[in-house]
């Protein structure tokens, strides 16, 4: 559980972080502001495909989902006694699979633009080379990050495995609140999230279109600490940008460039990184080996992952305290559309909302985790503890690939042997049970879990949590 006492983010001092405490101080003015089942191929299954970070496939974290995408795999620990009937689920859902945002089909244009620049002669010395500069760019700006047609596919089976998880609750003619970010891949995947469900639900008429709803989706858009501190400030990412001079990702660059028989001082770790991410995208869209992928091996890999980790870790997870608090205005409106459910319930009326599904990003869902303790590592991650990082918690692929789900199912159970036992919490992360850390069990009473977390259920107010530094107070004892 976070420590409430901690005074912000440069817990652990360094030079990195008082560098970026001393950026962050603001001075006289505030601070500026494919087909269905699915094959896993031979080469990217064999080393890479493992280490994709938040640009990983579904598949990574459920494999029975590639012999059959409506499995519900072994479902071992999340059934409860037959007594307990469900009452209300709340889905929070990272959009299905994306095509690229402009910026990394930019870079991309720019690293094949100097492979079909090499002299011809070059060819035979560097058939990586070679092979790079045959291959045709495909990707468009105007793509930027829109949902591909696996996108769609992985919110339609997703939306079918919870419908046949929890029949009660998605049976016909109850009331489905579909809302999502206002970016053009979460309205779509909440469209095909819907369409997965098929006929069955009713929708009125004021229903027909995915409510958007970025105060909740998109909370960090709306905190002016994070933005002006974290989001905009790039001395907050001081571990990311050291890690990518340090030592590993030097081996790593030199190992791209002898391939490309390029100087190594054309490239950098940002271009090194759009390769090895363009050997994921041909992966989770198109269902391909891309070439991209024969620049790299395994351990090439976890070091392009563990970027991707820090850039998370310090912007979305554990480095920074507003990352999480920032989310608790998600949090709370969760733990209040479950109590009015249970009151509903003891006052045996029928549930207002028993589904409740919101499609947001992988920037969602990461703040929300580490704002209730989970996945956090006993030492941060930095740019110094790469290998003693080798079996972190913290690894975004195993958390929030795309299409990543955090659900959370209130039971009432009638054979509770304590009023506060009658009503009974569950929560899934991607369809696999979450072990409560005050517990230590999957299933947790209401009242418990309430308990566990009275502190950011009744002191954690968005508006204050992320006002901006006020003038001649350091950032460090705002954040």
């Excluded at 094959?39 to 890479?48: E, I, N």
């Excluded at 070439?291 to 395994?298: A, I, K, N, R, V």
Aim: aromatic fraction near 8%.
């Amino acid at each position: 559980r976070r420590g409430e006492g901690e005074t912000g983010p440069f817990r652990s001092a360094s030079s990195c972080e008082s560098r970026a405490v001393a950026a962050m101080a603001p001075s006289g003015m505030a601070a500026v502001v494919l087909s269905a089942a699915l094959l896993l191929l031979p080469l990217a299954s064999a080393g890479l495909s493992g280490y994709f970070g938040t640009k990983s496939r579904y598949e990574e974290v459920n494999p029975h989902l590639v012999r059959d995408p409506l499995s519900l795999g072994s479902a071992a620990g999340s059934r409860l006694p037959a007594a307990c009937a469900p009452l209300q689920l709340r889905a929070l859902v990272r959009h299905g699979t994306r095509y690229p945002t402009s910026g990394q089909i930019r870079r991309l244009g720019e690293l094949h633009g100097r492979l079909l620049r090499r002299p011809a002669a070059a060819a035979a010395a560097c058939p990586a080379a070679a092979d790079l500069a045959a291959w045709q760019m495909w990707y468009e700006e105007s793509l930027d990050g829109r949902l591909a047609p696996q996108g769609r596919r992985d919110m339609e089976h997703l939306a079918r495995r919870l419908a046949a998880r929890f029949p009660a609750l998605f049976a016909a003619r109850r009331r489905l609140v579909l809302a999502s970010s206002s970016k053009h891949r979460c309205r779509q995947s909440g469209a095909a999230f819907r369409r997965g469900l098929g006929p069955s639900l009713s929708f009125g008429s004021d229903e027909e279109e995915v409510e958007v709803n970025d105060s909740l989706m998109r909370f960090f858009d709306h905190c002016a600490k994070f933005v002006a501190l974290v989001e905009e400030n790039d001395a907050a990412m001081c571990q990311v940008n050291a890690f990518k001079e340090g030592s590993e990702m030097k081996k790593v660059l030199e190992k791209v460039a002898g391939a490309l028989c390029l100087p190594v001082e054309e490239l950098n770790a940002d271009l090194v990184q759009v390769a090895f991410l363009t050997c994921s995208y041909e992966l989770a869209i198109k269902n391909v080996t891309s070439p991209w992928c024969s620049l790299f091996s395994e351990e090439d890999a976890k070091v392009l992952e563990y970027l991707n980790d820090l850039k998370q870790y310090w912007k979305r997870g554990y480095g920074y305290d507003i990352n999480s608090r920032s989310s608790c205005i998600l949090f709370q409106d969760i733990f209040q559309h479950l109590d009015k459910a249970v009151e509903e319930s003891k006052s045996s009326k029928p549930i207002s909302s028993p589904l409740i599904v919101q499609v947001g990003h992988a920037e969602t869902l990461q703040p929300l985790l580490a704002l209730m303790g989970f996945f956090k590592d006993d030492e941060p991650l930095k740019a110094n503890n790469y290998a003693r990082q080798a079996h972190r918690k913290f690894r975004s692929g195993r958390i929030v690939p795309y299409a990543a789900n955090l659900v959370f199912v209130l039971y009432h159970c009638d054979q509770g042997k304590t009023s506060k036992e009658e009503y009974q919490v569950q929560m899934l992360l991607n369809e696999k049970p979450l072990l409560f850390h005050h517990s230590n069990e999957t299933i947790s009473s209401y009242a418990d879990l309430k308990d566990y977390y009275k502190d950011i259920l009744e002191n954690c107010h968005f508006k204050e949590v992320c006002e901006l530094p006020k003038v001649n107070v350091t950032a460090v004892d705002e954040l």
